[in-house]
């Protein structure tokens, strides 16, 4: 998904290749960056002939940002800059990132590095059918129109805690309830929108994930929540936001709260027919910006530093645009 201006990087580009031979390079986005990091990783884990275990990328890969969101180029590089992420690789600043796997039903679906179950997918998935807008309207569109709409998933979140038990065993942690946003995000997710990141409290090579589950409330307290992810602080402090630093979750999705999205699209008001769960319903995940729909359990392991990036951990990303939809 490249979609700004090419021409601008190609002196860039010029530079990288120059000085690379054997290095991977990748222009795209954050949709772009977990596929090629998802390859490698599985290419590792076929050469050492591990076919369950997560085996950790050799090759380095180089970002250079140019997709729609840059997350992952932005967590490593601070600015969404062609010309400093060229830097980093020609200097040959490495940086080793922790990835998560997502799996369903024991089959692994993609290594990635960030997910939003609820708002996010929804959003995503209502982006995803106004392919004809422009991607910067389609985007806040989406936005609005989800927020506008805006209903809770009912479903089972369970998680281990980061920080290990001394017995050795795993002890999950499980909550059912009503949520309107879940996001696990192995990496800060920087971003000129929220410049201390989306997970402020998880670094690039912790080896932990932050899970941050935000529970039902009105669609005023929901917005306030997101807006104060541009200023630096206060974003979690809701009653209705919980942050946990996990190494693994387990999300099983129960029903649809209200109608079918697909068929009401264009009217006003929500019919409430609550818990219809019909078959082969899926539900929409926003994985590294890509729209994942998936019929059951989820379950996120975070694998320690899986993957070797060219850039260093950066405190707070440039902020430059604020958004104008919310
Ligand atoms: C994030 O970490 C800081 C210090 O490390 C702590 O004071 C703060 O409460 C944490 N915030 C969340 C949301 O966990
Ligand atoms: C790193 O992980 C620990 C849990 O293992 C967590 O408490 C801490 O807040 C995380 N973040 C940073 C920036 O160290
Ligand atoms: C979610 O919370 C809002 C505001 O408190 C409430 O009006 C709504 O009924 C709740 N939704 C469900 C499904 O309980
Ligand atoms: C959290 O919000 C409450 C009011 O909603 C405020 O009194 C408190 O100071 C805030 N705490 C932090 C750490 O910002």
Redesign the pocket.
Known sequence: MIETDLSKCLPVLTLVFFHLSIRVVCVGGDGSVAELCHALVLRAQLDADSPEKPVRATLPLGIIPAGSTDVVSCSVHGVRDPVTAALHIVLGHLQQVDMCSFSSHGQLVCFGFSAMFGFGGRSLARAEKTRWMPSSRRREYALVKTLARLRPEDCQLSFLSARKSNKGEESWVTNQGLYLSISIMSIPCLSPHAPQGLA??TSLANGSA?L?AVGNTSRSEFIKHLKRYSSSTG???FSF?E???VSAVKIRPYSLIGCSEDESEEEGDLKTTPFIHAEGTTFPWNIDGELVEIANEVLIRVHPRLITLYGEEVEEAESSVSCSCI
Do not use: E, G, R
């Open positions: 402020p409290n932050a941050i974003q979690f402090n936001v942050t946990h630093a």
